[in-house]
Each structure stands twice: as C-alpha cells, then as structure tokens.
C-alpha cells in the first residue's frame, strides 16, 4: 500500500510498555503508520494539533487529563479525527461518556492484536467497533428502556435518519444521501438521541439494528 495512503496514528497511553506493545504489532502492518505517542490527554492534544493523525487510540484512564476529557477537547478542535477509546475495564458510565465525547470504537485491552488494528480501519473509514462486550451491554440497556416506557415517535424523516446511522453514517454522509445540510443532519441525531432516550450515535445505531429500521443497499 502506498504511503500516502497508509493510516496515520497516534498512540496515547500512560505506560510506556502498552505504547511499546502496541508498536510492535501494528508497525508489521503495512497500511497503519504509526506517527506518535502520547502518555496522557494533555500530551495527546497537543500531539493531536502537531501530527494530525487520522486515528488516534486513546486509553482512557492517565494522569493530568482522561481519555474521555482528550476526547472531547481532540473532537472540539479536531472532529474529523476519528478516536478509538481502550481500557481495561467496561463501565457503563465510561462507555457511554467516550462515545458522547465522539470516540468511534470502544475496545477492552485484552482485545487480540487483529481486533484493535479492525477497530483503526474502520475508524478511519467513519464506522463503528465495539468490543462485543461492550456492545452487549448496551444492548442490554436498550432493551431496558424499551420495556420502562414507549418513546416519543419519530418523524419519517427521522426514521430515515436512525436507519442511515444503523449503517454507520456520518452526519455529512446523512445529509449527502438526503440531500439535506450537515447541520440538518446533526439536529435530527440530536432530536432522536432525545427521544428515544439514548446517549449516543453507537447506541442509536445499535437501535436501528434491533428494530430492523436499516435500510438494504
């Protein structure tokens, strides 16, 4: 693969032997390049702003600054970088906190090497990985609320919109297909977060699945 199509990524983890680890697997692949290291959140901004990666995979719990606080500063300044949250444990508060931030794919670090270099590109590609156990469990929150109480409709074209992100789209993507503006795009993810009582687009999506609103190609 041709450098300049290789995946730019910036490793952001507190020891120095999970960077380390980490290097030594995905330098074997030929279209991830790894262009830096940072070892908390504050570090991993400013390496953010200097490199520009198209990736950046970020352990959530450092020193000085959190993953999810790196997130959401990278994300504010920085929204076409895409972010892959790692740890070690699965809370449902973190999850759901990384994926509002604007984290892509959530994994746990005892996930196999070939997961997390899956989880990079399909960042990079604008989709979404999720740990399976991770996605369990916000599943099993969905059913939840779905048995608590009826949500508010959606509007058909929210309908629409809900299906779009049950494929993984982006909202410039969403409103390319509905020929509508991005800003558009946003506000109706916002409307249907709201309704529906959910935190995030990963769990908007997992929503479509489960009630068979995605669209076939």
């Known amino acids: ?26 330098e074997l692949l030929d279209d991830i390049e790894i262009v830096g290291e940072a070892e908390d959140g504050i570090q991993a901004v400013a390496e953010v702003g200097r490199l520009r990666p198209d990736v950046v995979l970020m352990d959530l719990v450092m020193p000085r600054l959190d993953g999810i606080g790196a997130i959401a500063a990278i994300k504010q300044t920085y929204p076409e970088v895409e972010i892959v949250a790692l740890t070690s444990f699965i809370e449902e508060e973190k999850v759901t906190a990384a994926l509002e931030a ?19 590109r399909a960042a990079h590609a604008g989709e979404v990985h999720l740990d399976p156990a991770v996605s369990r ?40 297909e509905l020929t509508i503006t991005e800003r558009t795009a946003r506000t109706h993810v916002s ?19 489960d009630h068979r609103l995605v669209p076939s190609d």
């Open 102 to 120: 604007g984290a892509s794919g959530y994994l746990l670090k005892d996930a196999e090497a070939d997961e997390v270099a899956d989880a990079i």
């Open 137 to 176: 469990l916000l599943a099993q929150r969905l059913r939840e609320r779905k048995t608590r109480s009826d949500p508010e409709p959606l509007t058909e074209r929210e309908l629409e919109v809900l299906g779009l992100l049950g494929k993984g789209r982006s909202n410039k993507e969403i409103a390319s």
């Open 1 to 26: 693969m041709a450098a300049s199509a290789r995946i730019r990524l910036l490793v952001v983890d507190d020891h120095a032997v999970v960077r380390r680890g980490l290097r030594g697997f995905l």
């Open 191 to 209: 409307n249907i977060l709201g309704k529906l009582g959910l935190a995030s687009r990963t769990q908007a999506a997992l929503y479509a699945v």
